[in-house]
C-alpha cells in the first residue's frame, strides 16, 4: 500500500484558506490522477495527467487547479472553496493511459473539511 | 456517457459463506475493461480483481471471481469462504479502451462479514 502516497491526510480549512494536496508514487508510472469521493455517490474523475501534461479535465471548477511537475508527483491546489467541496480525494497512478495493462493503483486519500 | 449501478448498498455474509455483489453498466462499446475495487475503512483503494471484455473466460483471483455476461452487461463479483478481512466498500468500474483512461465507477457496496 505504499505504493501511491498522500498528504497530507486530513485537512480542515476555511474558505478563504489556500492549500495544497500532495500525491506521490513509487510505482515508475507515467500517468496520475485526482479523484473525488462524496459520501453516497461515485467516485468522480476531476483531472489526469500523462507524462506531464493534463489530458483531462472534467469540468472541475477553478477553485482546483492542478499541478504536475514530473510523473512522479501530482498536485492539487485549493482557493476559496465552498462546504460541499468537502470529500476524500484521492489520488491514482498507471503505467500509461488507455491501454490493456493500464490499471490503476490508488493512494490512502486526504480527508478535506472545509468550513 | 458509460454508467456503472451498483443496486446493493449493504450486503453481508457470514464468515467462512460466499457472497455475490452485483454490478451491471451501460455502453455501446464492444471492447473495454471492467474491474472490482475494494476500499477498506482505511480508505485505500485496492484492486481486486479486472476482466478484458474480449475475453470470455471469467477473471478469478483466489476467493475472488467475477461472473461477466456480456451480452447482458452485468459483472458479479462472487467472494468464496469470505473472512472478516474482506468487510469494505466494494466498487465496480468500467474504462472504455483508447487513449483516455476515464474510470466510471458505481456507487459502492458496504460487506459486512459476520463472525
Known amino acids: 500500500e505504499t505504493g501511491v502516497t498522500q498528504t497530507p ?7 478563504t484558506n489556500k492549500k495544497s494536496l ?3 508514487q513509487h510505482l515508475g508510472h507515467n ?18 495527467y500523462n507524462f506531464k501534461e493534463q489530458t483531462e479535465n472534467n469540468s472541475v471548477p477553478s477553485r482546483f487547479s492542478p499541478e504536475c511537475p514530473n510523473s512522479s508527483h501530482l498536485f492539487l491546489h485549493l482557493h476559496t472553496l465552498q462546504p460541499e467541496d468537502s470529500a476524500l480525494y484521492l489520488c491514482a497512478s498507471s503505467q500509461g493511459v488507455g491501454g490493456r495493462t493500464d490499471t490503476q493503483y490508488f493512494g490512502p486519500g486526504t480527508r478535506l473539511t472545509v468550513l | 456517457a458509460q454508467t456503472v449501478t451498483q443496486s446493493q448498498p449493504e450486503m453481508s455474509v457470514q464468515e467462512a459463506e460466499t457472497v455475490t455483489l452485483s454490478c ?28 478484458e471484455a474480449y475475453k470470455q473466460q471469467n477473471a478469478t483471483e483466489n476467493r475472488f471471481s467475477v461472473n461477466f455476461q ?21 466498487f465496480c468500474a468500467y474504462r472504455s479502451r483508447g487513449n483516455n483512461n476515464d474510470m466510471r465507477f458505481g456507487a459502492g457496496t458496504r460487506l459486512t462479514v459476520k463472525p
Not at chain 1, 9 to 15: A, F, I, S, T, Y
Not at chain 2, 26 to 42: A, I, M, R
Request: glycine letters at 2%; a positive charge.
Open chain 2, 24 to 51: 451491471t453498466y451501460d455502453t455501446s462499446e464492444s471492447d473495454y475493461y471492467l474491474f472490482w475495487y475494494k476500499q477498506p475503512p482505511s480508505r485505500q483503494m485496492i484492486l481486486v480483481i479486472r476482466q
Open chain 2, 70 to 90: 456480456k451480452a447482458a452487461k452485468s459483472f458479479s463479483l462472487k467472494i468464496s469462504d469470505s473472512q472478516l478481512g474482506d468487510a469494505a466498500m466494494y
Open chain 1, 22 to 24: 500532495k500525491c506521490e
Open chain 1, 31 to 48: 500517468a496520475m490522477y485526482w479523484y473525488k469521493q462524496s459520501a453516497k455517490k461515485p467516485l468522480e474523475l476531476m483531472f489526469v
Open chain 1, 9 to 15: 491526510r486530513h485537512l480542515v480549512m476555511g474558505m
